[in-house]
């Protein structure tokens, strides 16, 4: 089992910053991708951003240019930092890990973009 915690979201004015975190615990020596997803309201789940253990990244269409992912794998930590954001941002945010072949999931961090 992997635990995933997540913290950073919140509230922001359009144009703003956020930094969202998630700290993996338990099975995390099998971890190998780790990323984010967001879900907004009447919206399915999509994919942010995710990036492997050596480093590769892959982000969503609307977000390049924008947020940048990264990892620290001493520290089982994944980042996202968020900027430039818009209200088509506003969501849940949620932390996904991969461990031998399972997909996990944090409880998700709300990202409220707005004026």
């Known amino acids: 089992q992997v635990q995933l915690v997540e913290s950073g979201g919140g509230l922001v004015q359009p144009g703003g910053s956020l930094r969202l975190s998630c700290a993996a615990s338990g099975r995390i020596f099998s971890i190998t991708t780790m990323g984010w997803y967001r879900q907004a309201p009447g919206k399915q789940r999509e994919l942010v951003a995710d990036?492997?253990?050596?480093?590769?990244?892959n982000y969503a269409d609307s977000v390049k240019g924008r947020f940048t992912i990264s990892r620290d794998n001493a520290k089982n930590t994944v980042y996202l930092q968020m900027n430039s954001l818009t209200p088509e941002d506003t969501a849940v945010y949620y932390c996904v890990t991969y461990s031998s072949g399972t997909r996990y999931w944090g409880q998700g961090t709300q990202v409220f973009v707005s004026s």
């Open positions: 990036i492997s253990r050596g480093g590769s990244t």
